[in-house]
Antibody
């Protein structure tokens, strides 16, 4: 059974760093891209960027480029989303999802809620 | 940047047909996916490559894409279909989601 299991909810202060994770199982992790998707409270889905775990090639949305980093460790079937300096506006639910390059996001993680507040 | 526009809301009576549109420049030249999201849950892929259904998705869900508009059709709508629906396409290898449509089954 294909599963993407994300790390738990986080509460951080502005300026702090954070890394959240997404662990895949039930399939060959390096055969599928992982995308990260943001959903702000009560709002729609926003595509943030993607990574090919086979070679760690990344592609970011211009809206998120420079503010966060997507990485992966294929040896442990895990992708990461990290911030070096969080802002209150980063408060959101974050989802990871797998896909075959430009096809549909067919399996999603359960989401990680990040709250940034002083 | 590429944009996909959906109507904010669609209302449908049980057993009737709901149609949700997704508009974007030359969208027919791209593959479109559709996702269903219920409150408190992760999105679920219901249509990919314009009109294909993943395993386990009921055949009352169908899709089409031509010109500047893609359409998700729910035939014989059931109460369980009440949810938010998002279209999604790839533009220059970057993902783009539509603005989302809330489907209410009255």
């Amino acid at each position: 059974e294909v599963q993407l299991v994300q790390s738990g909810a986080e509460v951080k202060k502005p300026g702090e760093s954070l890394r959240i994770s997404c662990k895949g199982s039930g399939y060959k992790f390096s055969d599928y891209w992982i995308s990260w998707v943001r959903q702000m409270p009560g709002k729609g889905l926003e595509w943030m960027g993607k990574i090919d775990p086979s070679d760690s090639y990344t592609n970011y949305s211009p809206s998120f480029q420079g503010h966060l980093t997507i990485s992966a460790d294929k040896s442990i079937s895990t992708a990461y989303l990290q911030w070096s300096s969080l802002k209150a506006s980063d408060t959101s639910m974050y989802y990871c999802a797998r896909h075959e390059n430009t096809l549909g996001l067919d399996y999603w993680g359960q989401g990680t809620l990040v709250t940034v507040s002083s | 940047s590429y944009e996909l526009t959906q109507p904010p809301s669609v209302s449908v009576s049980p057993g009737q047909t709901a149609s949700i549109t997704c508009s974007g420049d030359k969208l027919g030249d791209k593959f479109v996916c559709w996702y269903q999201q219920k409150p408190g849950q992760s999105p679920v892929l219901v249509i990919y490559q314009d009109s294909k259904r993943p395993s386990g998705i009921p055949d009352r869900f169908s899709g089409s894409n031509s010109g500047n508009t893609a359409t998700l059709t729910i035939s014989g709508t059931q109460a369980m279909d009440e949810a938010d629906y998002y279209c999604q396409a790839w533009d220059s290898s970057q993902g783009v989601f539509g603005t989302g449509t809330k489907v209410t089954v009255l």
